[in-house]
């Protein structure tokens, strides 16, 4: 199943917003015609910059060193909740992409 341009979506995430790979990567959906949703808790950074949307979850670094982990626990919720969001909205398309998905990852996995 080939998915159109025009509805191509990709989301990037990086707590920075400024990991090379990751900037690199949605730069390059961008000029495939995709959609981007950045997540970052930096919401001035390169990933901001280029995506289509940015949310930002997290907060900017500390003394401690704890907002590492508290940024990287808000990006999981942020993700969860689109994700079961996207499946109670659109069911039959979550459930096509997600075989997609598994098709894709499978010679990743054991």
């Known amino acids: 199943m080939t998915v159109p341009v025009a509805t191509a979506a990709a989301s990037a995430g990086s707590r920075t917003g400024a990991t090379r790979s990751t ?15 950045g997540l970052t808790s930096c919401a001035q ?7 289509t949307h940015t949310l930002v979850a997290g907060g900017q670094d500390l003394v401690f060193g704890l907002e590492t982990t508290a940024s990287r626990i ?3 919720v942020t993700v969860d909740a689109l994700a ?4 109670a909205l659109r069911a039959s398309t979550a459930e096509r992409t997600l075989h997609l998905s598994a098709d894709v990852t499978a010679d990743h996995s054991y």
């Open 74 to 76: 808000a990006h999981l």
């Open 84 to 87: 079961q969001t996207l499946l």
């Open 23 to 37: 900037v690199d990567t949605a730069r390059r959906a961008r000029l495939a015609g995709a959609e981007v949703i």
């Open 45 to 51: 950074s390169p990933l901001s910059e280029t995506s």
